[in-house]
C-alpha cells in the first residue's frame, strides 16, 4: 500500500457521460499530480496541485477538470466521456512545491463503451 | 519542449546477467533525473533518483549514470532475477520551475530463467 488512495479501481461508462474520480494522497503530502495512461502509451501528464492551488497543466482536454480540496484529496473530473478516453488514471502525490519523488496510487481504470 | 526517449523494444536478459536501460532525454538537462519501475496494470513505484552533480548512484543490485554531455541516463540491474520483470520508466521535470514531471515509455524487462 503506498498511502495515495485512488477510488474507484474500475468505471465502466457509456459515451457522453461523465465520471469522477477521486484521490487522497499520502499523509503530509502537499501537491497531486493526475496521469493519464492509455493501452500501450506512456504516462501523460494532465495536471498538478499544491496545497489547494492548480501549479502546472499539461495536455488536459478541455472537457477534463480537477480541482484539490482543503483537505488536500483531489478530484479529475471526465465529462463527454469518448472510446478513446479509455485509460488508467493515476494519481501520485509529493511532499511539496518542490519536493521531486512521486507516489503513485494503484490507478482507477476506466472503460467508456 | 523536453522529450524522454527510452527503447521501447522489449529487453530479455538470462537469469543473473547485467541488464542496461537507456534514457536519453533531448533538451536542457534537469537538476535531477528518476527512475520507477510499473509492473502490469499497476501504479509506477519509485526507485531511483540522481541530480546533475552526480555521476552515479547505487542502491543494492541497481546503479544509475547520469551523463549531462551526452543527455543521457543508464539504468542497470545486476545479478537479475526473474521477479525484476516489469517496465522502467525514466522521468524528469520538463522544464526547470515548471513541476511537469514527464515520463517516458519505459523499457520492458523480461528476465529469463
Known amino acids: 500500500d503506498s498511502g495515495v488512495t485512488q477510488t474507484p479501481k474500475h468505471l465502466i461508462t457509456a459515451t457522453g457521460q461523465r465520471v469522477t474520480l477521486r484521490c487522497s494522497p499520502r499523509s503530509g503530502d502537499l501537491s497531486v499530480y493526475w496521469y493519464q495512461q492509455s493501452l500501450d502509451q506512456g504516462l501523460q501528464f494532465l495536471i498538478q496541485y499544491y496545497n489547494g492551488e492548480e501549479r502546472a497543466k499539461g495536455n488536459i482536454l478541455e472537457r477534463f477538470s480537477a480541482q484539490q480540496f482543503p483537505d488536500l484529496h483531489s478530484e479529475l473530473n471526465l465529462s463527454s466521456l469518448e472510446l478513446g478516453d479509455s485509460a488508467l488514471y493515476f494519481c501520485a502525490s509529493s511532499g511539496g512545491a518542490g519536493a521531486n519523488v512521486l507516489t503513485f496510487g494503484a490507478g482507477s481504470r476506466l472503460t467508456v463503451l | 519542449s523536453q522529450k524522454i526517449e527510452q527503447n521501447s523494444e522489449a529487453l530479455n536478459i538470462q537469469e543473473g546477467k547485467t541488464a542496461t536501460l537507456t534514457c536519453n532525454y533531448t533538451?536542457?538537462?534537469?537538476?535531477?533525473l528518476q527512475w520507477y519501475r510499473q509492473d502490469p496494470g499497476r501504479g509506477p513505484v519509485f526507485l531511483l533518483l540522481i541530480r546533475e552533480n552526480e555521476k552515479e548512484k547505487r542502491k543494492e543490485r541497481l546503479k544509475v549514470t547520469f551523463d549531462t554531455t551526452l543527455k543521457q541516463s543508464l539504468f542497470h540491474i545486476t545479478a537479475s532475477q526473474p521477479a525484476d520483470s516489469a517496465t522502467y520508466l525514466c522521468?524528469?521535470?520538463?522544464?526547470?520551475?515548471?513541476?511537469?514531471?514527464?515520463f517516458g515509455t519505459g523499457t520492458r524487462l523480461k528476465v529469463l530463467a
Open positions: 522521468a524528469l521535470d520538463e522544464g526547470t520551475g515548471t513541476y511537469k514531471y514527464i
Open positions: 533538451n536542457y538537462s534537469p537538476a535531477y
